[in-house]
């Protein structure tokens, strides 16, 4: 049970997808102006890693390795057909604010990278763990820097007003550098800084090194 329980927890923690293996990047920043959006988006992909790993893992025996990049890509496509109607069906703005990025989910790294190094070579139950691992992973970036990026650029948060803004008589002045791309980049820049400031076994080693005196002369 606890090594179930920490394939869980260490995509989260020890080998987050975003802020480790950089995958993700482009969702992170795109649609995490608010939380409803990360929030959205974080149960969209997790909900198709987890079946698309499912489903891979189901069949792995019968596909042909020559063709299973393209069977996992079909099973990705279709799953993600699914997710994007079904929110066009029931919510509909937020498909709309979305936009294009609930279809890219099948271009997302993280999906077909743990299809492809996990679920094509598991079992059914420890893919399911992985997915769920990996996808609470992803969504926990995503709220955060959804959450940060709506706190401080409206003063509200999920369309609640935290902080009472000037224009409603209050102190705040919203910051509208938090709208733009740029700003989740930054964030998510310093969520990697302090997280391996926490955890420096996290740190890559240098591709380099500053070369001695003497070692220079020779």
Not at 86 to 102: K, W
Request: aromatic residues 10%.
């Amino acid at each position: 049970m606890a090594g179930k329980f920490h394939q869980i927890t260490d995509p989260v923690i020890q080998n987050n997808p975003i802020t480790i293996q950089i995958l993700g990047i482009c969702s992170a920043l795109a649609v995490t102006t608010s939380l409803a959006n990360a929030l959205t988006m974080s149960a969209a992909l997790t909900i198709v890693l987890i079946f698309s790993s499912m489903s891979i893992s189901l069949i792995r025996n019968h596909i042909p390795s020559s063709i299973r990049l393209i069977v996992q890509i079909t099973i990705i496509a279709s799953l993600v057909i699914v997710a994007d109607q079904f929110l066009q069906a029931y919510a509909f703005d937020m498909s709309q604010r979305l936009s294009i990025f609930v279809g890219l989910i099948v271009t997302n790294c993280l999906v077909l990278g743990r299809a492809e190094s996990f679920a094509i070579r598991n079992p059914v139950w420890p893919s399911v763990l992985d997915a769920l691992g990996n996808g609470l992973g992803y969504s926990s970036i995503l709220i955060i820097i959804g959450t940060i990026r709506e706190l401080f650029g409206t003063g509200n948060l999920l369309g609640y007003p935290i902080f009472q803004t000037i224009e409603n008589g209050g102190w705040y002045e919203p910051l509208g550098f938090m709208a733009l791309a740029p700003s989740a980049f930054f964030i998510l820049g310093f969520l990697v800084w302090i997280i391996r400031v926490f955890r420096p076994e996290q740190a890559e080693n240098p591709d380099y090194h500053l070369r001695t005196g003497n070692e220079a002369r020779r």
